[in-house]
């Protein structure tokens, strides 16, 4: 029962490099999600997809790319990394059935831009 | 737009005694509304939702929630705390009137149960 599983889970980075998460899920979804957790401002949506080959902007894109060549697999960039992307790094994903699934999340990926 | 607020960032609650976890939304249409709760150092656990039917919505762990239209509220309850479930917990809204796939996550209630 992999579920949804998230690498690395722990990074640091030097301000300007770049580095790729991956997400990967078990379960056939079609519905993939990157968050960002940051103290006192809850979950924001960074890109997300509604299926293989297809990407879309959330509310806080900047500074970040995606790609969703297989559907069981989504990819966050961050091509020139900042202080301000210091965060928790949340993949999610969610099945098909109307529109009344609920969320299946990784553990999440701390990462520190210095 | 859609949108939730947790009113409280923190709730304290000595074991054995019923809790409530506040939430207020924003939706256009008709919501979806979900809870879900966080442990320290893991990812998101989904606890319980309301899509339609009956107002009490009965989840794991013995949560429950009640959806209230009038007072756009989804709060989280239980009648009896355990230390156990200190936690950070999220209310998370979808508006079914449109095609958008996006949830929109409150900022989070830390759950505090004290022995």
């Known amino acids: 029962n992999a579920g949804v599983t998230q690498t690395p889970k722990f990074r640091v980075l030097k301000t300007g490099q770049s580095m790729t998460l991956l997400c990967a899920q078990d379960m056939n979804h079609e519905y993939m999600y990157w968050y960002r957790q940051d103290p006192g401002m809850g979950l924001r949506l960074i890109h997300y997809?509604?299926?293989?080959?297809?990407?879309a902007k959330g509310e806080v894109p900047d500074g970040y790319n995606v790609s969703r060549l297989k559907k069981q697999n989504f990819l966050l960039g961050l091509e020139s990394a900042a202080p301000s992307q210091t965060s928790v790094y949340f993949c999610a994903s969610r099945g098909y059935s109307g529109q009344n699934t609920e969320a299946f999340f990784g553990q999440g990926t701390r990462l520190t831009v210095v | 737009a859609q949108s939730v607020a947790q009113p409280e960032d923190q709730v304290n609650v000595a074991e054995g005694n019923p809790l409530t976890v506040k939430c207020t939304y924003s939706v256009s249409g008709n919501p979806y509304l979900f809870w879900y709760v966080q442990y320290p150092n893991r990812g998101l656990q989904f606890l319980l939702k309301?899509?339609?039917?009956?107002?009490l919505v009965k989840g794991s762990y013995g949560f429950e929630a009640e959806f209230n239209k009038s007072q756009t509220s989804f709060h989280l309850k239980k009648p009896s705390a355990l230390v156990s479930d200190s936690a950070l917990y999220f209310c998370a809204v979808r508006d079914n009137s449109g095609g958008y796939q996006k949830v929109t996550f409150g900022t989070g209630t830390k759950l505090q149960v004290i022995p």
């Open positions: 997809s509604v299926g293989e080959g297809t990407t």
């Open positions: 309301y899509i339609t039917g009956d107002n």
